[in-house]
């Protein structure tokens, strides 16, 4: 009998099998991979998508404050006589410059000494800067050099420069208006001098050993032959809107305020470039080729489609707060309009001409813009809470300065006796001195040049119908200022007497579409609820009741910045929704795929170990056959050696 079981044996591939099964088990695995590709790929879509959208709010920015964009431009036939600036609205214009004067410091030097560390003498020297008070240098032993005596005047703020300064022979103390003008021209006396200190001194019209070599001078200038003149070369008002700096004596030029909307389109060209390519991103990503039968990755999605429908309406639609009546109440009538392509074009000249037409309502349709219909009420900004319209302001209480007056008139003949004034704002004091015998005018240029010289620049001193009179240049509660007199009232002074006298601004108080509001000088805020929340006007004059209206547009940059913003929040955003969905589904096959391939592992793992069982039992099998045949083979060879001897 033979039995042979090599051939079961050698004829199965075991690594074949298990390649093969385990493969199988890998099928259902590649096919969650490639939709985990796929959700890949539309994720990195709305990546893109964000990023653009992020770059068209970034540059929308150029839009938020062209109603503040200077709209005149300003040339001058020669430059080297004179610079000049100009401001949003200022009339247009031609005006002949002549007679050119430009402003001068004074300046002194003294006589000769020959020596700038030798002592020149003792006591005091009084710097009295145009109608000022008289500052006191003192000078002693420890400053009584020519090079002591410049550091001491120096030191002491006194409106002047001191220097010394050596000729060839000699050394000179030379001292230096800090200010221009007439009104910046001083003098210098001394008192109690020892040496040569009492030749350090300069009176105009008087002997004295100091020498002038420089005259205070104002600038002037002749504009359209009407003679202008400033205590610096600098010069505002005179052209309304025009700020002229003089650079050349006895110069001349033309003057010429143009129309200049340059920077205005500028900034509009700005935003159709970023937004043309957000749309150009937009039509990329929801593109469907008929040829391919293929699409984009946010092909038919809802929310994106709805966007792009959204900004281009914002692009054709009516401008919010313009009037429909108005020749420029859309984007479109300036000179915006809609491609085939979904995308928009701009012409330069249409926006041009409308701006010069009409800035205001075409500065309205791009950014938020405010216009009054009272003089006396100036818009001046409003937030992304308040809404289009017209609202109308009632004033129930204008806005005050801090003001104060001399209960008595100042005699025609002058004050009686000397007087000192002290006035007080915040922590600063000053002491005016008044000589007895100044008269109202004196004692107001006295008083407001000594003010001016210590810093208290915000009050004023002013003649009043023989009265002198002190007020705030500020309007408002926070405008306050003490004054008192070292004489009594009515005894032939100012008429501020002894008592302190407290003067306080009042603010501005009213309504702006009947919402209550917020006064801080002059300024009036909407803090009640309703449309015109966030809503600031200005209120000069002291006119109260109803003052008009003013009307808010909402331009460009407000809507689509609130549906930029609101598809991008992070939170509510239907771009992160998109996003978080998308994520969360590739986490979930991620795990799918984790469990297959853990599952693939085990059966392989299991397969191999069964298929190397069944080796193990077909190599025993094997065994035992092999020795079943060489048992057999040995018996028959057995039987047949005996019957042979038989």
Request: charged share 5%; glycine share 12%; aromatic share 4%.
């Amino acid at each position: 009998m033979t039995a042979s079981l090599s051939g079961l044996v050698s004829g199965i591939d075991v690594q074949s099998l298990i390649t093969n099964l385990s493969a199988a088990y890998q099928a259902p695995i590649t096919i969650l991979r490639n939709q985990q590709q796929s959700y890949q790929t539309t994720l990195s879509a709305w990546g893109t998508l964000q990023n653009s959208l992020s770059g068209l709010q970034s540059a929308m920015s150029s839009l938020q404050n062209l109603g503040n964009t200077n709209n005149r431009s300003v040339t001058l036939s020669n430059d080297n006589a004179a610079s000049a600036t100009v401001s949003a609205n200022a009339p247009l214009g031609s005006y002949s410059l002549s007679n050119m004067v430009l402003a001068q410091s004074q300046s002194i030097y003294s006589g000769n000494f020959t020596s700038a560390t030798n002592s020149v003498g003792t006591g005091t020297l009084q710097i009295r800067v145009g109608s000022g008070a008289v500052q006191n240098v003192t000078i002693d032993a420890s400053n009584d050099s020519l090079d002591g005596i410049a550091s001491a005047i120096n030191q002491a703020n006194t409106g002047v420069n001191a220097a010394v300064v050596y000729d060839g022979t000699g050394y000179r103390l030379t001292l230096t208006g800090k200010g221009t003008g007439v009104n910046s021209a001083f003098s210098v006396s001394t008192s109690g001098a020892t040496g040569s200190l009492s030749s350090l001194s300069y009176s105009s019209g008087a002997s004295g050993s100091m020498t002038l070599s420089q005259q205070a001078q104002n600038a002037g200038v002749s504009i359209n032959g009407l003679p202008v003149t400033s205590a610096t070369n600098t010069i505002s008002g005179a052209i309304p809107g025009v700020t002229l700096n003089l650079l050349q004596a006895s110069g001349s030029a033309t003057l010429q305020v143009s129309s200049s909307n340059s920077g205005f389109v500028t900034g509009v060209q700005s935003f159709v470039s970023a937004f043309n390519k957000t749309m150009g991103t937009i039509n990329q990503l929801t593109a469907y080729n008929a040829q391919t039968g293929s699409g984009g990755p946010l092909l038919g999605d809802a929310s994106v489609q709805s966007l792009r429908t959204q900004l281009l309406d914002m692009i054709s639609g009516q401008g919010i707060g313009i009037s429909s009546g108005s020749a420029y109440n859309s984007l479109g009538s300036v000179g915006l309009g809609l491609t085939s392509s979904g995308t928009i074009s701009l012409n330069t000249g249409t926006l041009t001409t409308a701006l010069s037409a009409d800035f205001n309502t075409v500065a309205g349709l791009f950014g938020q813009a405010g216009s009054t219909s009272n003089a006396n009420v100036q818009y001046l900004s409003a937030t992304s809470a308040t809404q289009a319209g017209t609202y109308a302001i009632n004033v129930s209480h204008a806005a005050t300065q801090a003001s104060t007056s001399g209960s008595a008139a100042i005699p025609s003949g002058g004050i009686h006796q000397s007087e000192s004034l002290t006035f007080g704002s915040g922590a600063s004091s000053v002491v005016v001195p008044l000589s007895s015998g100044s008269t109202l005018n004196d004692i107001v240029n006295t008083i407001n040049d000594t003010l001016q010289q210590s810093g208290m620049t915000g009050i004023t001193a002013s003649a009043n119908n023989g009265y002198l009179e002190l007020q705030s240049n500020a309007y408002g509660s926070a405008q306050s200022f003490t004054v008192k007199s070292n004489v009594a009232a009515g005894s032939g002074g100012t008429g501020i007497g002894t008592s302190l006298l407290t003067a306080t601004g009042t603010n501005v108080a009213g309504t702006i579409n009947g919402q209550s509001t917020s006064g801080s000088g002059q300024t009036m805020t909407v803090t009640g609820p309703g449309n015109a929340s966030g809503l600031q006007v200005s209120i000069t004059g002291n006119s109260t009741g109803n003052l008009g209206s003013v009307t808010l547009s909402q331009g460009l940059y407000q809507q689509m910045s609130a549906l930029l913003s609101s598809a991008l929040n992070t939170q509510s955003g239907f771009v992160s929704a998109a996003q978080n969905g998308i994520t969360s589904s590739i986490n979930g096959l991620g795990a799918q795929i984790t469990t297959l391939q853990q599952s693939a592992a085990n059966q392989t793992a299991l397969l191999t170990q069964q298929f190397a069982a069944m080796q193990s039992q077909l190599s025993s099998l094997q065994s035992t056959s092999q020795y079943l045949n060489a048992f057999y083979s040995s018996n028959s060879s057995s039987s047949s050696s005996s019957s042979s001897s038989g």
